[in-house]
């Protein structure tokens, strides 16, 4: 049973640029999270998608946006990129309804060096 | 102020030593209370969940919630080298699994051999 999956690994991009992150959910799981992990940092959490929709936010500006495709995979959008966007991007899967946040499971993360 | 503080270290311990890792949180909302593992250039995996006040073990793993001063710890025993990572603590103010979680900054941690 393979876990979550993220692609790719690692991207470098230059200022200004836009970069698109991958995500594959755990098998079974129907709600995707995604946290911004800067270096020496704890994970921030960015937004969630359920059932193709944004369900929840956190503080971070609209360059940054999502999307959630029917068979629950999701990719995350940065514009404009800025040299603070450089982090590693965290995508957690969870099953929505009686889960609790044990159930949460993420994956390895995709490093983005803006330069 | 942060809503959860945690000291990053590093950390240093012979093996075999106890190790006590901690956060202090200012959001007495916060309910449910986790403790993560991140080895480097991986994905935070979790150790330990819990959402009352007292203690909680598991192998050599003791998570302990003090909701009136609002601090958590993680202990752990017998400490062995494979146990060096950063730990993370997290926060949120439901069990849900769709409640985002709040991190600490992480401690990292290193068991010498």
């Known amino acids: 049973d393979a876990g979550v999956t993220q692609s790719p690994t690692h991207l470098i991009k230059t200022r200004g640029q836009q970069v698109t992150l991958r995500c594959s959910p755990k098998s079974g799981h129907d709600t995707v999270s995604w946290y911004q992990q800067a270096l020496g940092q704890g994970p921030q959490f960015i937004f969630q998608y359920y059932e193709e929709e944004e369900r929840q936010r956190g503080n971070f500006p609209d360059r940054f946006s999502g999307h959630q495709f029917p068979n629950y995979s999701s990719e995350l959008n940065v514009n404009a990129l800025l040299l603070g966007d450089s982090a590693l991007y965290l995508c957690?899967?969870?099953?929505?309804?009686?889960?609790?946040?044990?159930?949460?499971?993420f994956g390895s993360g995709t490093q983005l060096s803006v330069l | 102020q942060k809503e959860v503080e945690q000291d990053p270290g590093p950390l240093s311990v012979p093996e075999g030593a106890i190790v006590s890792l901690n956060c202090t949180y200012s959001n007495s909302a916060f309910q449910y209370f986790m403790w993560y593992r991140q080895y480097s250039r991986k994905g935070p995996e979790l150790l330990m969940y819990?959402?009352?006040?007292g203690n909680k073990e598991d192998g050599r793993f003791t998570a302990q919630v003090d909701k009136s001063s609002k601090y958590i710890s993680l202990f752990i025993r017998d400490s062995q080298p494979s146990d060096s990572a950063t730990y993370l603590c997290a926060m949120s103010l439901s069990p849900s699994g769709n409640t985002p979680l709040v991190f600490g900054k992480g401690t990292r941690l290193s068991v010498i051999a």
């Open positions: 957690a899967s969870s099953l929505a309804g009686l889960a609790t946040n044990e159930k949460l499971f």
């Open positions: 819990t959402y009352s006040s």
